[in-house]
């Protein structure tokens, strides 16, 4: 039996996908890619789904070979980070991949958005690192394969309803065995301008981490909000074939039209945050951004050899949002020192948490994560409280820090008790 005929079953008859598109109709048309013109629909052969036909074009240089490497790679691959195959239709000369629809359209749309907030980020970005390490090779039914995506890039990671990202467009991807994942295949240039490793635009060198490139590229986007390449030459940013790669090799592109080169130069400056959207720069907790940005100077490396691998991607990244949850959960109360004695303690020594903060209770030191003093306030005290609201448990009572200090604030040495009063605190 062929390798077609064991798809059968996926196949959906051109006639259908016309009634579910409404015969391809301007209204239904997402966008025209770097293969050709995309449309939604609704499916009604298959429980009335909402569906994303991609009509390939001839025009756009690809054919037989990149429709069924598609086909082959969306009907073996299974993941909750990649997109969903419905079937596809290879019929009266029409090419049809036919794919779940995602209602939040795809990454590319928000990358200048600052409501798509820093932790929704981070999340989307750990996904899409979830399924690359997939396609690298995960044990498992699949246990003898390995993929290597060449096409990653921002408007192939669709946003499902929740926001969770499903990793799309497998019709460049080449496919080994897994014992030779490590090894670099010599392949004919294919990508996506902006995105594409150095070293496989160079030499037709390529390998995973070329994907771990590609994926560098868009955690710059997703960080800078901003796309990889501003096109002057070309309107159209969707250019991922390979004719399109070699007409716009031989432009000088300047280094401010290509985010990998601006935010490498703009890293080992210094000054990343010149090109950071200012309001979503505000959103990110100091140790998160740090980490982030520096995986994502990392999968940058010139050298594919010097590049992370997927894993450690993932773990960073998972880090960084670690580090961000928390300081989302993170309040700040001012409060007032209602004692001039322990005022004129605090002017003499600056370890203010050893002063008046290790005779709270152990529950409620634990939840404090910094204290400072108020510049120009020397009777006022701000102090950074994590999960305020958590209740946390002791032989007495259940209690929240914030209810702690809201019934107000004691400790107690050499049988003296003295008060501090809550002057505000953070929502």
């Not at 001839?58 to 969903?84: A, C, I, R």
């Not at 000369?93 to 794919?99: C, F, L």
């Not at 902006?194 to 590609?214: E, Q």
Request: net charge positive; aromatic share 10%.
């Amino acid at each position: 039996m062929s390798f077609r005929s064991d798809l059968d079953h996926l196949r959906i008859p051109l006639q259908e996908i016309l009634s579910a598109t409404n015969n391809f109709s301007d209204q239904n048309l997402i966008r025209e890619g770097g293969f050709g013109k995309i449309f939604k629909g609704k499916l009604g052969c298959i429980k009335n789904i909402d569906i994303v036909a991609r009509r390939f074009d001839p025009k756009y240089g690809q054919g037989d070979t990149e429709f069924w490497t598609e086909v082959s790679m969306l009907s073996t691959l299974e993941h909750p980070n990649l997109v969903s195959f419905i079937g596809f239709c290879d019929e009266a000369e029409e090419k049809i991949i036919v794919t779940e629809y995602e209602v939040n359209s795809s990454l590319d749309k928000y990358l200048s958005d600052p409501t798509l907030t820093w932790t929704q980020r981070l999340h989307i970005c750990i996904g899409v690192a979830r399924a690359i390490s997939y396609l690298y090779w995960t044990p498992g039914p699949r246990i003898n394969l390995s993929v290597i995506h060449r096409n990653i890039k921002s408007s192939k990671i669709l946003l499902d309803h929740n926001w969770e990202p499903k990793l799309s467009g497998y019709e460049l991807s080449v496919q080994r065995p897994a014992a030779k994942r490590d090894r670099h295949l010599i392949r004919e240039l294919s990508g996506t301008y902006g995105y594409v490793d150095p070293v496989y635009a160079k030499a037709g060198k390529v390998s995973h981490k070329s994907d771990v490139f590609s994926l560098g590229v868009v955690l710059f986007e997703v960080l800078c909000g901003r796309r990889a390449f501003i096109p002057d030459k070309f309107e159209d940013e969707e250019q991922s074939l390979m004719f399109t790669m070699k007409r716009l090799k031989h432009f000088n592109v300047s280094k401010d039209r290509l985010i990998s080169r601006l935010a490498r130069s703009h890293y080992e400056e210094g000054k990343l945050d010149d090109i950071i959207n200012r309001d979503l720069r505000n959103q990110m907790e100091q140790r998160s951004y740090l980490i982030f940005s520096h995986t994502a100077y990392l999968c940058l490396n010139e050298k594919q050899e010097h590049r992370p691998n997927i894993y450690l991607v993932v773990h960073r990244l998972k880090r960084a949002l670690k580090l961000q949850q928390e300081y989302c959960h993170v309040r700040s109360f001012c409060f007032f020192v209602g004692s001039n004695n322990v005022c004129n303690r605090l002017k003499k020594n600056r370890n203010v948490y050893k002063m008046v903060f290790s005779y709270w209770p152990i529950i409620i030191q634990k939840s404090i994560i910094g204290c400072i003093r108020v510049l120009h306030q020397p009777t006022h005290i701000l102090v950074l409280i994590k999960n305020p609201k958590t209740s946390v448990y002791n032989s007495e009572k259940n209690l929240t820090p914030l209810s702690y200090f809201n019934g107000g604030l004691f400790y107690k040495k050499k049988k003296k008790i003295e008060q501090f009063r809550l002057l505000s605190a953070n929502n």
